[in-house]
Every structure is written in structure tokens, then in C-alpha cells.
């Protein structure tokens, strides 16, 4: 099956910096990426949908300007979480959909945050 | 309400158990999946499915469209299985969760 990969799969920081999470597409071309984020003992929750080369469509409640998408291409998208702070650390997921039927998503392996 | 409701929200089994997580929703979808996610995090896909059955080595995923039901089962349940399982339905335009299901497979 179609695999999506996230990098990197744990990462600490300090609060105040800002996180870079990638996600790839590696054998198909997502028209679509959607970020969710975890937090412990609850369900997935939706951020945003991004599509290629457009801005990305975020849910209510999710800051725009503290959670960059970008969606350069095809393959790749990216989830920049910026001036970090504690209650940022959770677990990031995202999945792809590519130009198959609508609900054929990927889901990647998710990266866990720490914001010390 | 939650549009999917999961049951039981914690299961443990003894190896060899056959297992059965179910998955009710109360929307039109498109397509369920079923998500499996370790203690790590890390999720995995185990299966997509929008009418009937699908097998994967010991794992059965069954959905009744008709019920808005779903079915995951795990034949001679090893503790690597142990693990949270997660049900997700697709509306097209939306995806909505189950709050998962915690198995514990006791050797």
C-alpha cells in the first residue's frame, strides 16, 4: 500500500523555538494533506487541509499564524509550529490523499513534540 | 453524541483470546478505516473499507452499511498486538474518530 512518512518521529525543544514537521508522500502524489494532532488518551483531532500549492484550511480554534502549513508540492508537506510552548507537546499526525477516491487516506507515523 | 462511538473502550485478553472491537457511527460515509496505535504513537493503517469483509494475516475487518456498524477482530491475539485500536469514517468531506480502543494481550 501507499506509504506517508513523517520526520522526525520525536523531537524536544525549548519554548520559544519553532518546530519544522515534514510530511512525504513517498510512492504517489497527495492532492491533499491533512495535519491532526493528539493529545494523550483523547482521539485525533483535525488541524487543517492543506491542498498543493494553495493555502491551507484550518479547523476552528487552530491558530493560523502558530501552525504553518506549507504544501510546496506534490510529495511534501510541512507543519511549522512556531514560538513554541508547553502546551504545544503532543503528537502530531499527518495523512495523504491522492487523486483515488475520496476517503483513500494515508495516514503517516505521527511525531511527538516535547516543549520543554 | 459522538458521530463514532467504540466498544469497549478497554479490553484485555489473554494470548490465544479471539478478539472483537466494535465500531458504531451515525453518519453517511464514504469509507472506514481502521487505525492501530502503539504505546509510541506511532499509527498505522490496518484497513479501509466502504461494504463487506477484509482479511489481513489474523486480523478480519467487517462492515454492515446498512447498521452503520463496524468490526474489527483479531484471531489468536498475541501481546505484540497489544495496542490502541483506532475507527475512523470518511463523509467525503470530513473525517470523524472514535475515542479507540485499549487491548492488552496478557501472555
Known amino acids: 500500500g501507499a506509504v506517508v512518512s513523517q520526520h522526525p518521529s520525536r523531537v524536544i525543544c525549548k519554548s520559544g523555538t519553532s518546530v519544522k514537521i515534514e510530511c512525504r508522500s513517498l510512492?504517489?502524489?497527495?492532492?491533499?494533506m491533512f495535519w491532526y494532532r493528539q493529545f494523550p488518551k483523547q482521539s485525533l483531532m483535525l488541524m487543517a487541509t492543506s491542498n498543493e500549492g494553495s493555502k491551507a484550511t484550518y479547523e476552528q480554534g487552530v491558530e493560523k499564524d502558530k501552525f504553518l502549513i506549507n504544501h510546496a508540492s506534490l510529495t511534501l508537506s510541512t507543519l511549522t509550529v512556531t514560538s513554541a510552548h508547553p502546551e504545544d507537546s503532543s503528537f502530531y499526525i499527518c495523512?495523504?490523499?491522492?487523486?483515488?477516491?475520496?476517503?483513500?487516506?494515508?495516514f503517516g507515523p505521527g511525531t511527538r513534540l516535547t516543549v520543554l | 453524541k459522538n458521530e463514532v462511538e467504540q466498544s469497549p473502550q478497554n479490553l484485555t485478553a489473554q494470548e490465544g483470546e479471539f478478539i472483537t472491537i466494535n465500531c458504531s457511527y451515525s453518519?453517511?460515509?464514504?469509507?472506514l478505516h481502521w487505525l492501530q496505535q502503539h504505546p509510541g504513537g506511532g499509527i498505522v493503517s490496518l484497513f479501509m473499507?466502504?461494504?463487506g469483509k477484509k482479511k489481513h494475516g489474523r486480523l478480519i475487518a467487517t462492515i454492515n452499511i446498512q447498521e452503520k456498524h463496524s468490526s474489527l477482530h483479531i484471531t489468536a491475539s498475541h501481546p505484540r498486538d497489544s495496542a490502541v485500536y483506532i475507527c475512523?469514517?470518511?463523509?467525503?468531506?470530513?473525517?470523524?474518530f472514535g475515542t479507540g480502543t485499549s487491548l492488552t494481550v496478557i501472555p
Open positions: 453518519v453517511g460515509i464514504s469509507a
Open positions: 495523512s495523504a490523499r491522492g487523486g483515488g477516491a475520496p476517503d483513500t487516506q494515508y
Open positions: 475512523a469514517v470518511g463523509t467525503g468531506n470530513q473525517f470523524y
Open positions: 473499507l466502504s461494504s
Open positions: 510512492d504517489f502524489q497527495a492532492t491533499t
